[in-house]
């Protein structure tokens, strides 16, 4: 018996297209369909059980079980489903990456400026086969909000499923490149990084953080440095010089203006702070990068 076991790659250079996606629910027994199918399957399992076999391998699927069938392999069932089973489902396409074409390298940081080319896009994903989630997981809300977008009858929503279906595909991707869940203390960095998303431009207070997140400023400085490796200030930073650098590149507005909109206030602190980080002025800066057409 063949114990192949058949992985989904899907390329970082097109968009996965959602084929059906909906509820299944299960009140008699029933076994998967015997099938060779031209389409990928999601299956996310809500409650009860249900057995999968794919080319000879079999699946026992729980609740909370994130699982991928891949297209072209013969897929069927032995063991009918536990009474009351129910489940999500997703169907979707994707081309084949070529033989040639590398994976994504899922902890290559860009430092800098991002300025990139569509080869830099030739790479794909390899999802697992299965995983195996806790109660509450960021999936089930995920793919509920898909089904709900390609039911739709707006043409938009259902592209705005193929791409959540891609976030899925990336967040599966990185679970099983070592990536957790989220935790209760990512969650909490998590509202801090969208405080200073929203703020970072403005010299706000520490209280007004505090109310923001609901944790003390002490605290709130402790976790953000362990889970960043930044201060928060630094972070506050790093976001400015940011925002700088597309303004150096997209608009015509002086150093000053720029230094001011970013929330520097003083042009010469903005210069000495934006060339410790890219070893270059802005007005160099400006040169070197901006288009010339």
């Not at 897929?75 to 489940?87: M, Q």
């Not at 967040?171 to 801090?192: L, Y």
Request: charged letters at 25%; proline letters at 4%.
């Amino acid at each position: 018996m063949n114990r192949a076991t058949h992985l989904c790659r899907i390329p970082c250079n097109s968009l996965p297209l959602v084929g059906e996606a909906d509820f299944g629910l299960s009140l008699k027994p029933m076994v998967h369909c015997d099938r060779i199918a031209e389409f990928n399957v999601l299956i996310y399992v809500l409650k009860g059980g249900m057995q999968i076999v794919e080319d000879g391998t079999i699946y026992e699927l729980s609740p909370h079980t994130l699982f991928f069938l891949k297209s072209g392999v013969h897929h069927w069932g032995e063991k009918p489903f536990e009474s009351g089973t129910a489940w999500y489902y997703i169907h979707f396409y994707n081309d084949e990456p070529p033989l040639n074409m590398p994976q994504l390298k899922n902890n290559r940081i860009y430092g800098g400026p991002k300025y990139l080319s569509p080869s830099d896009f030739n790479c794909y994903i390899t999802v697992p086969k299965l995983l195996n989630l806790t109660i509450g997981n960021e999936f089930e809300k995920e793919i509920e909000k898909l089904i709900d977008l390609f039911k739709s009858a707006v043409a938009t929503d259902m592209i705005r499923a193929n791409v959540m279906l891609w976030e899925i595909l990336l967040h599966s991707f990185d679970i099983a490149q070592g990536k957790v869940e989220s935790s209760k203390e990512d969650r909490r960095t998590q509202r801090v990084i969208d405080f200073l998303e929203q703020h970072y431009c403005r010299n706000f207070t520490a209280e007004e953080l505090e109310k923001a997140v609901g944790l003390t400023y002490k605290y709130i400085g402790t976790l953000f440095k362990l889970k960043t490796g930044m201060t928060i200030k630094e972070y506050q930073s790093m976001l400015r010089i940011r925002k700088a650098e597309r303004l150096l590149c997209e608009t015509e507005m002086s150093v000053a203006e720029i230094a001011s909109e970013t929330g520097f206030y003083d042009t010469f602190y903005f210069s000495k702070v934006f060339k410790r980080k890219n070893e270059i002025s802005p007005q160099k800066f400006r040169n070197v990068y901006l288009p010339r057409i």
